[in-house]
Structures are given as structure tokens and as C-alpha cells.
């Protein structure tokens, strides 16, 4: 099942709508590094909102998608991670520690319009 990515300023936004399977996985990563581009996008959050279960796969995706943006310039807030599927993550020693979480989309909006900005105001390294 594709996963909607919707614009919003600078911004991307892909919906989680429902358990994903390994090439959902795959599919969401190269989408959005496409629309990254496309949309020369400052930010991207992903919502996960309803997943009532991550496996591992799911997780390492998440992660790579954030370490993919970063590298593209954009920066990415994972949020809506429910409590249930923040206890197992934790059990099974799955981390995020690398990757900025939300407790909603709007705290997730906030969070990546402050570091956006802080950003902007930064001096060139070099």
C-alpha cells in the first residue's frame, strides 16, 4: 500500500495508514528522497501514528530515511509513535536514539520549524 506524502510549505508529510510491508518500506524511502529533491523540502515528518506494531525492518527504514534526508539537507521527525509500540521497541532493543521523534504532528511541525529556522541563521562552515 503506498503511503501518502503531502506538501506542506517546505515541508513533506507521509502518512503511515497501515502495517507495511518490507517493499512499502523500500517504496516510502525512495519516494520520499525523490520529493525531497523535487521539492527542495527543508523538512519531512513521518507519521506513525497508526501503526500498532514496528518490526525491525520498519524501524532500520525509518532511520535510514532520516539519515537519507539529513544527507539531502532536510531534516526528519518521526512522530505519533504509539505507547504499546514504544514498550516493544524498547524490549526488543530497538533504538531511535539518531532520529528526532514527536509526540503528534503538531509538536513534529514545531520541532522541524524551530531547527529549520535555527539552521537558516547559522554561518557557512569552511
Known amino acids: 500500500m503506498a503511503v501518502p506524502i503531502l506538501k506542506?510549505?517546505?515541508f513533506l508529510i507521509a502518512s503511515v495508514q497501515a502495517a507495511m510491508t518490507d517493499g512499502d518500506a523500500?517504496?516510502?524511502q525512495d519516494d520520499l528522497m525523490a520529493q525531497v529533491g523535487r521539492y527542495r523540502a527543508?523538512?519531512?515528518i513521518v507519521?506513525?501514528?497508526m501503526l500498532d506494531v514496528m518490526d525491525s525492518f520498519a524501524a532500520r527504514s525509518f532511520r535510514t530515511?532520516?539519515?537519507m534526508t539529513r544527507l539531502r539537507g532536510a531534516e526528519t521527525v518521526l512522530v505519533g509513535i504509539q505507547p504499546?509500540?514504544?514498550f516493544s521497541m524498547v524490549q526488543l532493543g530497538m533504538t531511535m536514539e539518531d532520529v528526532l521523534t514527536a509526540l503528534d504532528l503538531e509538536e513534529?511541525?514545531?520541532l522541524l520549524t524551530h531547527r529549520t529556522?535555527?539552521?537558516a541563521l547559522e554561518p557557512p562552515v569552511g
Open 47 to 49: 507519521d506513525v501514528t
Open 108 to 110: 513534529g511541525l514545531e
Open 84 to 86: 504499546d509500540v514504544a
Open 65 to 67: 530515511i532520516a539519515h
Open 42 to 44: 527543508k523538512g519531512v
Open 8 to 10: 506542506q510549505g517546505v
Open 117 to 119: 529556522a535555527t539552521t
Open 26 to 28: 523500500v517504496t516510502l
